[in-house]
């Protein structure tokens, strides 16, 4: 909700720095009124807009990093990268949507060109997510095609549809055209929250093609950036629209630019200093320009270290959401999709701006406390920094119930005694199971196998009842075995199967069957998946299943159909089902748990997401309207850009880590909690050093400098001709 915040505050220099400019313009015509009001009736459009674009693009955005793990089989950091890859190109974008709009084409064709270029990203987006279209390469072309023209789309319209609504006002509605900007906010932060909330329901809780349903998951906000479109189009007729201006950011990049070339064209000692750098650029520049630039620059200093803080709040849709794969989403009357979590955001915001303007701040200041702008935004950090704290402690306890790590020359085994009586399990050169393995005992953990290279033969041997045999068995590394042991005609033997190394991804059940039985066996388990297990203690691949309770298979022999009931296959657990024998018209069957079930409830992600929350209205809201009051009317748009990268640039520091430094995600939580604090640190102390300002009267002193100085340039230009 970053860019939430941004455009609000955007929108408003269309209050005093957007005005037509002066000459042969036709003058704006008055747009009808909405029920008599002073509201134009162009701004429903305008608002219903910004709630369909909004939906789209958070709706799509919450289940990207989801869509790269599961449909495309990337791992966790290519994952990662890629959503910040995407997150920093939407805020890069609309530096040249602002110059298309003031430079070229106007706000509003500037809005329907871009939205149609969005539309089609959305267009090739959703069919690249259809499983049937293509191989793999063909999805991924058509997924980052898609998602190009999608950053380019909603990041080029940003700086342009909140400030085309404020060019709907006359200049004299001023209380109507802040109300507005209020509504427009709502807008945002309705359709982010419906969108997060919705999106994850039709990828996880609707199947099409035998899986998860990607392609209706981006099909939705496709249709509603669509819909966006045609509404904004179908208020034509009834909008000011105002002529290209010029573009005062490219102005400030040129002076900037100029300045600095001049400075370094002129390092002679013999021609005297100016009070500033920036001054070396008044042989081209007005002197307005220059301390207006003057003002500009000392607040962008400021933004130095705040994309440390966006490094962290973007990881809400990508880290945060792969942990919340790794959790247990059952709240008793539904279950939270993963990638859901993320609508605790748009709607803690919602809840805790009044909290913090109407009761937080005012409480603060009657404790004669002088909460300062810096220090707000100090705070958010320190927020945010404990917000990653406490989700580095539960990635901790989540790592509690995975599997060990595995590691070169090392492997995994364990037991499962099929047969009626305890089993003593020998294995060649290996100081393992010391007591004998009791008849369907459930292990409890994996014992560790050292190997003598890649590979190796081992001799495995059973005692069971004065019985001695023997077994050899080749063993990989780095891989993970069950040994089953069971009965043949009074005797014993045994296979070497192998297990999952790692938990099922995205929260899913895992479960595989061994046929205990003596003929072949078909088995049903939710009306779609059907498994056949050959006889004698064969045994199937695992199959993955959303989390439930299944009770109503079939199991499918040849003397007939019998019920088959397996109970609960929780979240990212793993489990062996062994068909021992039929009674009754059911199935008899053991259920071991190989890998267990995720133990940490998603609820402990609230703490997290309030604390992260909070900070974001303290570091957000608060540095907009601090940046905002510290810099000229006419510099507004360009502390929009600079804030717009730092959000860019804050993704783009996520990108690095995750592909450059990758760690245990516990550890990389640690990491950003550490470099925030850091950063916090030299802002604060930067902060301490800054004088809050009245540009108003900057300007008046500057132009007094000017005005006493203005002799003294007279001079050093006749001293540059003569040099």
Known sequence: MAEGDGMLQAAKEAQAGDDPPKGDFPVRKKSPKLCGSNYPLSIAFIVVNEFCERFSYYGMKAVLTLYFLSFFHWDENLSTAVYHAFSALCYFTPVIGAIMADSWLGKYKTIIYLSIVYVVGHLIKSVGAIPSLGNQAVHVILSMVGLFLIALGTGGIKPCVSAFGGDQFEEEHTSERSKFFSIFYLSINAGSLISTFVTPVLRGDVKCFGEDCYALAFGVPAALMVLALVVFIAGSGLYRKTPP???ILLEVCKCIGFAIKNRLKNRSRQIPKRDHWLDWASEKYSKQLIGEVKMVTRVLFLFIPLPMFWALFDQQGSRWTLQATKMNADFGIYVLQPDQMQFLNPLLILVFIPIFDLGLYPLINMCKFNFTPIRKMATGMILAGMAFGLAAVIEVKINETDMPQLVPEESLIRVLNLAKNPVQVTVQDQDLFQQPVEAFQNPTEYSKLILNGEQQSLHFTLQHQGLSLAFNYTVKQKSVYSLIVFETEESLSSHLITDLEAKPENGLAAVRFINGLSQDVNLTIDSKRFIAVQKNYSASEYSLLQRDK???????????????ELGLLDFGASYTIVITNVSGGAVKTWKSEDIKANNVHMAWQLPQYLL?????????????????????????SVLQAGWLLTVAVGNTLVLVV?????????AEFVLFTVLLFAVCIIFSIMGYFYVSVDPEDLEEKEEKRETSSRGNMINLVTQKTKL
């Open 245 to 247: 201006q010029g573009n």
């Open 550 to 564: 299944y009770n109503n298979g079939k199991c499918l022999t040849e003397t007939g159909e019998f019920t088959l």
């Open 612 to 636: 992260i929350s909070a900070g974001e209205v303290m570091f957000s809201i608060t540095g907009l309207a601090f940046s905002y009051s510290q810099s000229p009317a006419s510099m507004k």
């Open 658 to 666: 995750a592909q450059a430094a990758p760690m245990a995600q516990w």
